[in-house]
């Protein structure tokens, strides 16, 4: 279990201490330095198999796509997150907090479309309807604690699912998760 101490964003890096750091090459250049929107997904491979090793595998373009029937649709796709956190609560880190990862995908924020451009992504460890660990909702009010801390444009109502910028493609992080577990001085009055 990591304490809230333990958390450091190294803002001249982008990368966060105290989490694994495990880097990635599918990310890119913001086209600027504007930081102000998280975005929560969910993610598990195969999807309801955890703590397979496969996350981990397809953000560094390494997922063995032999191994299971399921990825062979995933292969020689480049994405990436900023984080992940594991079932256990367990953060990873795949790509600087200064650079673009590859989450969004084509999706719009307030009329604003590629949302890569200008946010942070967080993979949960998980599907969308089987409910989320104590200690992955511990791990991740650490984390948007300490990132809310240096990226003070990431306000509550700019905290979204991916299913709120992609809502033609996307299910996740779905019911599963329980907005009001984010704390309320992140969230504010959603529902
Ligand atoms: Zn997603």
């Known amino acids: 279990m990591q304490s809230s101490q333990s958390l450091t964003l190294d803002t001249a890096t ?6 694994k750091h495990l ?11 504007e930081i102000s929107l998280l975005v929560m997904h969910n993610i598990s491979l195969p999807p309801g198999q955890f703590g397979t090793g496969m996350v981990e595998a397809l953000f560094t373009n390494q997922l063995p796509i032999d191994a299971h029937p399921y990825f062979t649709d995933l292969e020689g796709l480049k994405v990436s997150a900023h984080f992940f956190i594991s ?3 367990a953060i990873t880190q795949f790509v600087s ?3 673009r990862a590859w989450h969004a ?6 009329h604003r479309k590629n949302c890569n451009d200008f946010s942070l992504g967080i993979e949960l460890e998980g599907v969308d309807d089987q409910a989320y660990s104590d200690a992955q909702y511990q791990s991740l009010n650490q984390l948007v604690n300490e990132l809310t801390k240096h990226y003070p444009l990431i306000t ?8 709120d910028i992609a809502p033609e493609r996307k299910t996740d992080p779905g019911p ?16």
């Open 105 to 110: 995908g084509i999706s719009e924020f307030m």
């Open 97 to 99: 907090c200064k650079d």
């Open 14 to 19: 982008g990368w966060l201490n105290g989490a």
């Open 176 to 191: 599963a998760f329980i907005w009001q577990r984010l704390q309320a001085k992140h969230l504010g009055e959603r529902s």
């Open 87 to 89: 079932r256990e609560g």
């Open 23 to 33: 880097p990635s090459e599918n990310h890119n250049a913001r086209p600027n330095a």
């Open 156 to 163: 509550p109502d700019r905290i979204c699912g991916h299913s």
